[in-house]
């Protein structure tokens, strides 16, 4: 064999064993970063023994991810809930939720909780420090929320679907500007109208939130379910 091309198959075994390491280095140093993005600081955390398990992080995609999703209602579950949609003492609001991550029943694309007390705002909500009080509230009590307001800044919204999606709490948001509806839910739940300063100083009890058997809420439409909640008809 010629030794140009003993040569030439040299250079080619060597290039192709370059461009083997370099794809390989490459994913070790990818898979590196992302162990040090959701690894805690390398930081003494104080009262913790050196030797304890340290704190885990989610990162935004992760929290966002379903790893638990709530059971669709069955066909007997649907059927008993057509019916309390169409019940007399049913009210119907015509806004439905803030955000799709709040769906429930991903056959009919509707949320659905049962028994929830209802958080209804007179003022935007835009930190999320104003809902601790009553969300630790509810989530001690494993209770749902409805959260009714003008407007929901990011920071907010985003940290009611992440509770939600990962099963901290059932709750849905609801937004709208217009006063009537708002009126109506008021009306139906027995809620009390409250201000952000109440939100801010703490001063919402459970005295100031409303009440119903079932919300169901959808993109365009929410009802108000006064009567039995049962998944499963009697």
Not at 167 to 190: N, Q
């Amino acid at each position: 064999m010629d030794g140009w091309l003993i040569g030439l198959i040299a250079l080619v075994v060597i290039g192709v064993g370059l461009i083997a390491f370099g794809a390989f280095s490459d994913r070790r140093k990818n898979r590196r970063a992302v162990a040090e993005m959701l690894s805690p600081p390398p930081r003494t955390i104080p009262s913790m023994p050196p030797d304890a398990q340290r704190p885990r992080y989610l990162s935004t995609l992760q929290a966002h991810r379903v790893t638990d999703p709530r059971p669709a209602l069955d066909d007997d579950q649907q059927r008993h809930l057509a019916g309390q949609l169409k019940a007399a003492g049913t009210v119907r609001i015509p806004v439905g939720f803030a955000a799709p991550e709040f769906i429930t029943d991903t056959g009919s694309g509707r949320a659905v909780i049962d028994s929830p007390r209802l958080l209804v705002s007179a003022e935007p909500i835009m930190a999320i420090r104003e809902l601790i009080s009553v969300l630790e509230h509810m989530i001690t009590d494993h209770t749902a929320l409805v959260v009714v307001a003008p407007t929901l800044s990011s920071e907010v919204l985003d940290t009611l679907v992440v509770n939600h999606l990962q099963r901290m709490i059932d709750v849905v948001a609801v937004v709208t500007r217009d006063p009537i509806p708002v009126d109506t839910i008021v009306e139906a739940t027995g809620a009390t109208l409250v201000s952000r300063i109440d939100l801010q100083n703490g001063y919402v009890s459970d005295q100031h939130l409303g009440r119903c058997d079932r919300w169901v809420s959808d993109r365009k439409v929410s009802y108000v379910v006064r009567g039995p909640s049962r998944s499963t008809p009697p």
